[in-house]
């Protein structure tokens, strides 16, 4: 079974990028079953799918974020990270990762086959 685990700060400046990593155990990200995701939750809101990465290293994004959030990985140690840059106190949310069974990026959360805990992460001076 697949595992993840989001790792980062808990709290962040505004104007400063935001760095977040998910390690993945029982699966490995350069396999073409999964779509590796990141999605956030902010405080009265739904589940925002952010952007993914493939098995090939290929990535996707978020047409309302595309500017200011990248998606890497480091296949030495199964894990890839995002980075959101310029953060705003509206950037204030749960991030998590997830894992979506397929070859094809689905940009609706929900339904994904694996989600890690999720990691508070604060906006503030």
């Known amino acids: 079974q697949v595992q993840l685990q989001e790792s980062g700060p808990g709290l962040v400046k505004p104007s400063q990028m935001l760095s977040l990593t998910c390690t993945v155990s029982?699966?490995?990200?350069?396999?073409?079953?999964?779509?590796w995701n990141w999605i956030r939750q902010s405080p009265g809101k739904g589940l925002e799918w952010m952007g993914a990465?493939?098995?090939?290293?290929?990535?996707y994004y978020s047409a309302s974020l595309k500017s200011r959030t990248s998606i890497s990985r480091d296949t030495s140690k199964n894990q890839f990270s995002l980075h959101l840059s310029s953060v705003t106190p509206e950037d204030a949310a749960v991030y998590y990762c997830a894992a979506d069974g397929g070859a094809v990026v689905r940009t609706t959360p929900k339904g994904y086959d694996y989600w890690g805990q999720g990691t508070q992460v604060t906006v503030s001076s």
């Open positions: 990465i493939a098995y090939d290293g290929g990535t």
């Open positions: 029982g699966g490995s990200i350069t396999t073409s079953s999964y779509i």
